[in-house]
């Protein structure tokens, strides 16, 4: 199983730290030149489908973002091993997250995607786990999870992927773990449990406070749609019990709603 880091050109310190993770937990890594928005400024001009409702454009680092990853599924495509893992270069990795990483025999058969990060915001996933081994399990991914800092693909889901990206309109996280506009067959995106990778910005106090590259040009956009009205005290009502309703048919659909927990290596006993 191959694994990719993407890294910018002009980021060698990313590249340093990502080494050094990787080193850790002692298995190799290929690196993947990323795409830099700040020298491609024809990425504003390149057309985007627009067949998605309520999707803003994407911005010129999220395109930017998505031919990186289109690159290393071309890469996992063209090869001839059925899995390949790619990371985004601000990741940290639990304790044990390189018997996992060694090889994909672990990994359900027929399973395309296997989300390794948490975003941690809530998402839901199956109530059945499939243990894995090492203190992991593995459940089927119900709503859309944010991110794509961290994840295992099949070869015939990347080649599924390049083939529904060549026209840009949704980005990568969307693109791979929103059921709403994924390509990928209901019930073949598993999010493993804990989570084996986390993006260095969400890790509080023990973070690098590694900047984000991608542009600002999507803060903006959304801060041009909070002029919006503020709901009335009926709306809220409505929500709240539309939120309840959700809840209990998620629990009678033998689903879980929950933050997915990362085990920081520090909280856990050495080794892999």
């Not at 690196?31 to 504003?44: C, E, F, H, S, Y």
């Not at 067949?51 to 803003?56: D, E, I, K, P, T």
């Not at 031919?67 to 990795?93: P, T």
């Not at 590259?213 to 009205?229: F, H, N, P, V, Y």
Request: hydrophobic share 45%; charged share 25%.
């Amino acid at each position: 199983m191959k694994r990719l880091v993407i890294n910018l050109d002009r980021s060698p310190d990313r590249l340093a730290r990502v080494t050094a993770e990787f080193a850790r937990i002692g298995v190799p890594f290929e690196r993947v030149q990323g795409i830099d928005a700040r020298d491609r400024p024809d990425l504003d001009q390149m057309p985007q489908y627009v067949g998605y409702r309520n999707r803003l454009p994407l911005a010129d680092g999220e395109i930017a973002c998505l031919l990186s990853h289109r690159a290393c599924w071309a890469i996992i495509a063209q090869g001839e091993a059925g899995y390949g893992a790619i990371f985004e270069d601000d990741i940290v990795f639990s304790a044990k997250a390189g018997a996992l990483l060694r090889d994909s025999a672990w990994i359900p058969v027929g399973v395309e995607v296997v989300k390794l990060e948490s975003y941690f915001s809530k998402t839901v996933i199956r109530r059945k786990r499939i243990a894995i081994g090492h203190g992991f399990s593995a459940s089927v991914l119900c709503t859309g999870h944010m991110g794509a800092a961290g994840y295992i693909i099949s070869r015939q889901a990347a080649l599924d992927l390049i083939r529904a990206t060549e026209e840009i309109g949704v980005a990568v996280d969307d693109v791979v773990f929103n059921p709403e506009f994924s390509v990928l067959r209901a019930g073949n995106i598993y999010q493993l449990v804990p989570a084996l990778c986390a993006q260095d910005q969400f890790l509080g106090d023990r973070a690098l406070q590694l900047p984000s590259l991608l542009s600002e040009k999507r803060d903006i956009q959304c801060a041009a749609g909070t002029g919006r009205r503020r709901k009335t005290a009926i709306a809220k009502v409505k929500a709240e019990a539309r939120r309840i309703s959700k809840r209990i048919a998620d629990f009678c659909r033998l689903k879980r709603r929950m933050v997915i927990p990362f085990i920081y290596p520090s909280q856990s006993s050495a080794g892999s």
